[in-house]
T-cell receptor, first 114, second 111 residues
């Protein structure tokens, strides 16, 4: 059981480029969550997805950010036209349908915008 | 606005010391409170607390929840250098799978 897999671990983008962050949930988990951690701040909820459905995107910025969890393949968090303020650690977590005993987190993707 | 506040923000102790980390919360629909340990990578799950007054234990770590006073504590006894990490407290809201996280307590244990 490989756990929650995120890639890449580190991503450097120039301002205006696109960033794509990928997350494969744990085997048997059908719920995926994305959180963002800014320096010296707590994890902030962004979006909650199930296969082919966005359940709650109340934490997503209105522009430039989108997320998907297709029927096949990993969940993708996409940031278009990145700006310096998007530099952060982006964590994905997954849980079984019941919600279970807490999320299982991936190791995160650290995005640096230069 | 839902919020979770942790204290202290950081703490430096020596091996063998006992530490108490605090987490208070103000949320509209409380479901459970969780503690995570974050080293340089993925936060790892420690405890989930749902009921007041029932202590959860795992080795040298223990935690308890007070739903009347809206706080939880995480105790670590006989600390070791491997306990150095950021400890995160989160509240799960009912009716949603969203968690509200505190900013964490950074613990450093010196040999």
């Amino acid at each position: 059981n490989a756990g929650v897999m995120q890639n890449p671990r580190h991503l450097v983008r120039r301002r205006g480029q696109e960033a794509r962050l990928r997350c494969s949930p744990m085997k048997g988990h059908s719920h995926v969550y994305w959180y963002r951690q800014l320096p010296e701040e707590g994890l902030k909820f962004m979006v909650y997805l199930q296969k082919e459905n966005i359940i709650d995107e109340s934490g997503m910025p209105k522009e430039r950010f989108s997320a998907e969890f297709p029927k096949e393949g990993p969940s993708i968090l996409r940031i278009q036209q990145v700006v310096r303020g998007d530099s952060a650690a982006y964590f994905c977590a997954s849980s079984p349908p019941s919600g279970g005993y807490g999320y299982t987190f991936g190791s995160g993707t650290r995005l640096t915008v230069v | 606005e839902d919020k979770v506040v942790q204290s202290p923000l950081s703490l430096v102790v020596h091996e063998g010391d006992t530490v108490t980390l605090n987490c208070s919360y103000e949320v509209t629909n409380f479901r459970s409170l969780l503690w995570y340990k974050q080293e340089k990578k993925a936060p790892t799950f420690l405890f989930m607390l749902t009921s007041s007054g029932i202590e959860k234990k795992s080795g040298r770590l223990s935690s308890i929840l007070d739903k009347k006073e809206l706080f939880s504590i995480l105790n670590i006894t006989a600390t070791q250098t491997g306990d150095s990490a950021v400890y995160l407290c989160a509240v799960a809201l009912s009716g949603t799978y969203k968690y509200i996280f505190g900013t964490g307590t950074r613990l450093k244990v010196l040999a």
